[in-house]
Each structure stands twice: as structure tokens, then as C-alpha cells.
């Protein structure tokens, strides 16, 4: 069992920066690859971006891509998502996930919800204008 906890989120302007982080149950950490998931009022829950076990591979929705970036800390047991000029479109609850997948972890695999066993119970971020 993996316990995740979200942190990070708050109110800010469009353009300005947040860093979430997602702190992982010691365990299985290291095996695991993580996303963080987003899902504003009224949506459906959709997939912001994809790390593998290794760091080796991250994977990112478009509309984040160049401004969004996906890191870990094994060390940490912690996944990171840092925020860049964010938008008010980018408001929403973010949660992160942790799979038990040791296969290739590619882009379609990352993206599914159903690829992640265990969730965060989700930070809110709100851009204003």
C-alpha cells in the first residue's frame, strides 16, 4: 500500500510560478512511476504529466508542454510538478498517482487513469486573470 500526499496549491496570478509536491510512503517508492492529474470544476479528471521509475521518461499533456516540468527525489520518496507561467485554464484540482507497473512505461500508459493504483487526495491550484 503507497500513501501520497498532495501539497503545494494556492491562488496566484496568471504568469506566476508554483511547485507541487507529492510525498510518497516509504516502500515501493523507487519502483514506482507517478503522474499528476488534474480536474477543473465541472470536467473530467485528465492527465497533466508522467514520470517513470527511473526518471528517465516523462511524458506531458500538450497544453503544459514548455511550461510545466515532472521530477523526483527517490531519496525523498517525493514527485515534484513545478508550474511556470501558469494560466487561468491551468485552475484546478491536482492529484498525484503512483503505479505498480514494472513494464515500458510510455506515453499511453502514463496517461490512462486506470495505469495508477494509488492516489493523492488532490491540492487546488487557482489561477486568477
Known amino acids: 500500500q503507497v500513501q501520497l500526499v498532495d501539497s503545494g496549491g494556492g491562488l496566484v496570478q496568471a504568469g506566476d510560478s508554483l511547485r507541487l509536491s507529492c510525498a510518497a510512503s516509504?516502500?515501493?517508492?523507487?519502483?514506482?512511476?507517478m503522474g499528476w492529474f488534474r480536474q477543473a470544476p465541472g470536467k473530467e479528471r485528465e492527465f497533466v504529466a508522467g514520470i517513470s521509475w527511473s526518471g528517465l521518461s516523462t511524458y506531458y499533456t500538450d497544453s503544459v508542454k514548455g511550461r510545466f516540468t515532472i521530477s523526483r527525489d527517490n531519496a525523498k520518496n517525493t514527485v515534484y510538478l513545478q508550474m511556470n507561467n501558469l494560466k487561468p485554464e491551468d485552475t484546478a484540482v491536482y492529484y498525484c498517482?503512483?503505479?505498480?507497473?514494472?513494464?515500458?512505461?510510455?506515453?499511453?500508459?502514463?496517461?490512462?487513469?486506470?495505469?495508477?493504483?494509488?492516489w493523492g487526495q488532490g491540492t487546488q491550484v487557482v489561477v486568477s486573470s
Open positions: 516509504p516502500g515501493t517508492f523507487r519502483s514506482n512511476s
Open positions: 498517482a503512483a503505479s505498480n507497473f514494472r513494464g515500458y512505461y510510455n506515453s499511453n500508459y502514463a496517461s490512462r487513469q486506470a495505469s495508477y493504483d494509488y
